[in-house]
């Protein structure tokens, strides 16, 4: 008898609300901003891109520099993801062209510094750092993906805000507002850190992006500066109600096939997992139940930057050899998470490393396990599953079954296939 599960492919179904002409609406959602009324020809606005691997953000970029050339403006990119891109300005323009996100794609210049202002203390003592450029330009306009965060809890989570104290505060900033997180709630901060810049750093607006589960656009929402702290909470419940999900609650051993900043901040995205708030087990009242996680490969969009990768307990080798050490541990201590650096249990092979695993998983015996394997967090679609849950798959009417089972597809080196090339 297999020493593993035999493995059967189902479909979820999910909420496809999505944006049908993506430019257009990102142009009639800035209408009701009448920029106009601040904007003069000739002004320079300083618009935002960060480092998460968001649909369609070169398409979106690209429409608010159309829009700003109508107004007569003068707008440029900068780069606002806090310590990412191995914290220097080249690295950070790099992971922005790897998104397609180039001078040529958006239609305006690219200005990468790590240099930052810092333009006020918040009444907590906490300096509020600011990209110097940003601060320059006559206007500033923020767009970021607004969703759950991987660590923070509260009202506000990643989005605008965020993006207004961690992404523009640049390395130095992030470092700060992480730090802070140890002796404040991130909410607490958020309000009044982002306060302050809202007033003295000439914010404009800001364009918040919302994903269906398919990882497409479900809503593009212009707002004033002024509606950013009511706004986007509602915002933010609106795209955990839209997120993907694992398609079963309790989980022994999961099997990601790629990681990478470009699926979220800490590689896989915790609140899929239910590592939110312990990096190894789901806490009290926190679903899905996951015991195990193995990861296989790296995203060429990470740039080496492998932060997360210590969430799971297993890895194939490769992975590390894949991994920029140097700025993992670099993500990982500015964002106060030193341990999502470390490195899990590596194999040389996908057999091994699931035979590893699944003697770690409790009394269940191997061939019983209930395993799944999917592509990353971010596309949860279609997912193999062990013959442990088929007979609650034939149940349920969100799932579809697409193989019979079958045995894990090792090939004679006892790797299995890349997501794309499943069997």
């Known amino acids: 008898m297999s020493n593993f599960p035999h493995i059967f492919r189902v479909r979820q179904t999910f909420d496809a609300t999505r944006v049908a002409d993506v430019a257009t609406e990102v142009h009639a959602q800035l209408d009701r901003l009448h920029l106009a009324d601040a904007i003069r020809p000739g002004q320079s606005v300083a618009l935002t891109a960060g480092s998460r691997g968001i649909a369609n953000l070169p398409v979106i970029l690209r429409a608010i520099v159309e829009y700003l050339n109508r107004l007569e403006a003068r707008p440029f ?31 305006c210049p690219l ?21 110097r450029l940003a601060y320059e330009a006559d206007h500033v306009l923020i ?10 809890a509260g009202r506000i989570q990643s989005g605008l805000m965020k993006m207004l104290l961690i992404g523009l505060g640049n390395r130095e900033g992030a470092a700060v507002y992480h730090r802070a997180v140890e ?26 992006i919302l994903e269906n589960a398919y990882d497409q656009t479900a809503r593009i929402e212009a707002l004033r500066p002024d509606e950013f702290e009511a706004r986007e909470p509602e915002l933010l419940e609106l795209a955990r109600a839209w997120m993907p999900r694992l398609p079963f609650r309790e989980v022994d051993l999961l099997l ?67 991994a920029d050490l140097e700025a993992t541990r670099l993500n990982a201590m500015t964002a106060g998470h ?22 770690t998983i409790g009394l269940r015996e191997p061939p019983e396990a209930k395993f799944l394997w999917i592509s990353d967090t971010l596309h949860l ?43």
Not at 143 to 152: E, L
Not at 284 to 303: D, N
Request: glycine share 10%.
């Open 77 to 107: 990119l900068v780069p606002a993801m806090g310590s990412h891109g191995g914290g220097t300005a080249e690295g950070q323009a790099r992971v922005l062209e790897s998104y397609g996100i180039t001078e040529s794609a958006v239609g």
């Open 111 to 131: 200005r990468s510094s790590l240099e930052t202002v810092v333009v006020c203390r918040t009444a907590e003592g906490i300096a509020v750092h600011f990209d």
């Open 143 to 152: 767009c970021n993906r607004i969703k759950p965060h991987t660590m923070f």
């Open 183 to 208: 002796d404040h709630s991130f909410d607490q901060i958020v309000r009044g850190a982002a306060g302050e810049v809202i007033r003295r750093c000439r914010i404009v607006g800001g364009v918040g």
């Open 256 to 322: 990601i096939d790629r990681i990478g900043k470009n699926i979220s901040g800490v590689g896989f995205d915790s609140n899929i997992v239910g590592r939110k708030f312990d990096d190894h087990k789901a806490v009290e009242g926190e679903w899905p139940k996951v015991r195990r996680i193995a990861v296989r490969r790296l995203t060429p969009e990470s740039h080496g930057n492998a932060n997360g990768l210590g969430m799971a307990e297993f890895c194939r080798g490769d992975l590390i050899a894949q």
């Open 338 to 359: 030193v341990t999502a650096a470390m490195l899990p249990l590596d194999y040389p092979t996908d057999r091994r490393m699931l035979a590893a695993a699944l003697t």
């Open 381 to 423: 679609a279609e997912v193999e599953c062990s013959v442990a849950y088929l007979d609650e798959a034939k149940q349920r009417d969100d799932l579809t079954i697409l193989t019979a089972p079958r045995a894990l597809p090792f090939n004679a080196e006892g790797d299995l296939p890349d997501w794309e090339a499943r069997a």
